[in-house]
């Protein structure tokens, strides 16, 4: 089913300066993420430092959401598995992946988490739209799917569908983080290692899996297009 629209955009107030835009060459540890956001949303929350989005790649590894059941980690040793605050079950990261992080405090915006979780979906739809791909919500599956006519159909008989990007956020003094995670062109099977996001009857893809053959520059261009049109103005950080 697919979701109810809501009012996607959340530009800020007037007087807040824009998000710094950050992308991070290389693979990112996973614990020097979250230590580093740690630090920014406590900066931002204090007014010491302005919202930030931080575009990152991860080595191979696996994240627990609060929400994860253990049963849905299908191979334990495949990859290093991290225990994270985020909402959410599991989730792969890995090269190939775009995550962006996005920390936004919502006092300048609008403090509704629904809200917010549409607009991020919202961004990855208006990307994906950019490259001719029709992004799309559903109703009882946070993320954004797409059709796959080609493939068999389910066992209900409806078209089948596969994720394309995933979101898990937190919230703390209404200032976000964690985020999103867009499929570009990572290793399909690593997915196989867990129950994505604890949804078995669907499949995972990519980019590169639908026929774009893209580069991750050229998807961080649009990404971040789509994001200043739902959340307004960015400037480079650093």
């Given at each position: 089913?697919?979701?109810?629209?809501?009012?996607?955009?959340?530009?800020?107030?007037?007087?807040?300066?824009?998000?710094?835009?950050?992308?991070?060459?290389?693979?990112?540890?996973?614990?020097?993420?979250?230590?580093t956001m740690e630090a920014e949303v406590a900066a931002i929350a204090e007014g010491r430092a302005p919202?930030?989005?931080?575009?990152?790649?991860?080595?191979?590894?696996?994240?627990?959401?609060?929400?994860?059941?253990?049963?849905?980690?299908?191979?334990?040793?495949?990859?290093?598995?991290?225990?994270?605050?985020?909402?959410?079950?599991?989730?792969?990261?890995?090269?190939?992946?775009?995550?962006?992080?996005?920390?936004?405090?919502?006092?300048?915006r609008r403090q509704d988490i629904r809200a917010f979780v549409g607009a991020l979906e919202e961004v990855?739809?208006?990307?994906?739209?950019?490259?001719?791909?029709?992004?799309?919500?559903?109703?009882?599956?946070?993320?954004?799917?797409?059709?796959?006519?080609?493939?068999?159909?389910?066992?209900?008989?409806?078209?089948?569908?596969?994720?394309?990007?995933?979101?898990?956020?937190?919230?703390?003094?209404?200032?976000?983080?964690?985020?999103?995670?867009?499929?570009?062109?990572?290793?399909?099977?690593?997915?196989?290692?867990?129950?994505?996001?604890?949804?078995?009857?669907?499949?995972?893809?990519?980019?590169?899996?639908?026929?774009?053959?893209?580069?991750?520059?050229?998807?961080?261009?649009?990404?971040?297009?789509?994001?200043?049109?739902?959340?307004?103005?960015?400037?480079?950080?650093?």
């Open positions: 089913m697919l979701r109810t629209e809501l009012s996607h955009q959340m530009f800020p107030t007037h007087d807040t300066p824009p998000v710094r835009w950050r992308i991070s060459d290389g693979l990112v540890p996973y614990e020097e993420a979250v230590a919202e930030l989005v931080w575009l990152v790649e991860h080595p191979p590894l696996y994240t627990a959401g609060t929400s994860a059941d253990a049963a849905d980690l299908i191979e334990p040793d495949r990859f290093p598995v991290f225990a994270t605050g985020r909402g959410g079950e599991y989730t792969y990261h890995g090269p190939g992946q775009r995550v962006a992080y996005v920390m936004l405090d919502l006092k300048c990855i739809i208006r990307t994906l739209d950019s490259m001719n791909v029709r992004g799309e919500r559903r109703e009882d599956r946070v993320g954004v799917w797409v059709r796959r006519p080609e493939k068999p159909v389910l066992p209900d008989g409806t078209v089948a569908e596969d994720k394309i990007a995933a979101l898990g956020i937190r919230v703390r003094k209404w200032v976000t983080f964690h985020g999103l995670s867009l499929n570009v062109d990572p290793d399909l099977g690593h997915f196989t290692g867990i129950v994505p996001c604890g949804i078995s009857a669907y499949g995972v893809t990519s980019l590169v899996d639908l026929g774009l053959p893209v580069m991750m520059a050229d998807v961080d261009i649009r990404l971040r297009d789509a994001f200043e049109q739902v959340f307004g103005q960015t400037v480079n950080d650093g």
